[in-house]
């Protein structure tokens, strides 16, 4: 199946000091080894730029140079497909806000739903589930829950 990789997801993937690093790792490498195919949109490319190239000093950002942020976008899009942006991505996504009366920020959230239902994913690896609830459709795989897919219940050989 195709799962979705929000932008928090690519960030903590590829930020070793992270203290999700790990677990992210791990879901996407569980996810991977199951045959899902991991892809990302223009958006959460955006974002992870954004993050990556925002200072060190200010909400969040990793503070790093535009060289170290392109060889981390080359990575990311190494390891994810990028998909693209059909013309029925903004009508879905009008009818998305409207319905749901997303508001402020998670108006971007509500785009990726959009895209979502525009290529037919149904699955969205993120950190943030709770953003996503809402939009029929929609499967959230938590990576804490996905990572521990690959560790054996206790007790088994």
Partial sequence: MFVLTDSGILLRLFEPTDPLHAIVRQAAD????????????????????????RPASSRG?????????????????????????????????????????????????????????????AHILTLNGSDFVRYPGITVLDPHVVAAWATPPAGTP
């Avoid at 503070?63 to 990311?76: C, D, I, S, W």
């Avoid at 903004?90 to 409207?98: F, G």
Wanted: charged share 15%; net charge positive; with cysteine.
């Fill in 61 to 121: 950002g990793f503070g790093l140079t535009v060289p170290h942020a392109e060889l981390r976008l080359q990575k990311v899009e190494q390891r994810f497909a990028l998909l693209s942006e059909p013309p029925t991505l903004y009508p879905i996504w009008r009818n998305l806000v409207v319905t749901f009366a997303v508001q402020g920020k998670q108006v971007h959230d509500a785009r990726l739903a959009a895209l979502m239902h525009a290529q037919g994913i």
């Fill in 30 to 53: 569980v996810l991977t080894a199951r045959g899902d195919k991991l892809v990302t949109a223009t958006q959460n490319v955006a974002e992870f730029w954004n993050v990556c190239t």
